[in-house]
């Protein structure tokens, strides 16, 4: 057995195949030469293999070990990075195909000659309970007007007065309930669009609902100035 002195000029950088120093004994097979290896005491192998014409059989035990102290005494380098490339990306301006144009879509069907008639008829109702409620606004007012203290003659004139005044919008109420019944069934039943039919209902409301609004501040207006 020998060893080397521990000098780093006897450490060849050409030669990449080291171990931790150790006494490792030298045969004629497999010699091996200790030296430092990059700083630190390590092994340098160094085959010396037979002349002669060599078989695979005869080189694979030699070559094996010396695979292996190669990958034991690789020095650190750059790697290839695995990040994804520029290559690898997906890129392009492909532009997608233009189809066919969309349909317009149908007309809604306007409204029916049943809805058109009934929506006449609640109109016609509210409209007369409005006449007959101006046609009785004068003789409440009147009576409001005159009242004494509660609980007299007056007052219960101008009482009765105005309760008939109230009476004679019940028919405009009755009829804003029913366009309001009918304008939900439509909006709930048609399509998200404001359908013709339903138009036709809202525009019959509004009308309706315009007298009642009126009717209903007149009270209010006659009823705040009676006394009790």
């Known amino acids: 057995m020998r060893a080397v002195s521990a000098t780093p000029d006897s450490c060849q950088p050409r030669t990449g195949l080291c171990l931790p120093l150790a006494e490792i004994p ?3 097979s497999s010699p091996l030469l200790l030296a ?19 078989t695979f059989p005869a080189v694979l035990p030699l070559a094996l070990p010396l695979a292996m102290l190669a990958s034991a005494c690789s020095s650190p ?11 690898e990306r997906a890129s392009g301006s492909a532009k997608p195909v233009s189809g066919e144009p969309a349909a317009p879509a149908a007309p809604l069907p306007p409204a029916s000659a049943d809805l058109t008639t009934r929506l006449d008829g609640l109109v016609a109702a509210a409209r007369e309970a409005n006449q007959q409620f101006q046609s009785n606004r004068p003789a409440a007012e009147r009576a409001v007007a005159a009242a004494g203290d509660t609980g007299s003659d007056s007052w219960s004139t101008a009482s009765v007065a ?21 304008y939900v069934e439509a909006r709930t039943a048609g ?3 404001e359908t013709p039919s339903a138009k036709a209902i809202a525009a019959a409301r509004d009308e309706v609902d ?7 501040a007149i009270i209010a207006a006659l009823s705040a100035r009676l006394p009790g």
């Open 26 to 28: 030298e045969t004629k």
């Open 36 to 54: 430092p290896c990059y700083g630190s005491l390590m092994i340098r192998a160094k085959a010396r293999l037979p002349l002669g014409p060599l």
């Open 77 to 87: 380098g750059s790697y290839p990075s695995l990040a994804l490339r520029d290559v």
């Open 162 to 182: 105005l309760a008939r005044l109230e009476s004679s919008r019940s028919s405009a109420m009755v009829a804003l309930g029913d366009l309001d019944t009918l």
């Open 191 to 193: 399509a998200l669009e």
């Open 210 to 216: 315009g007298w009642v609004a009126a009717q209903n």
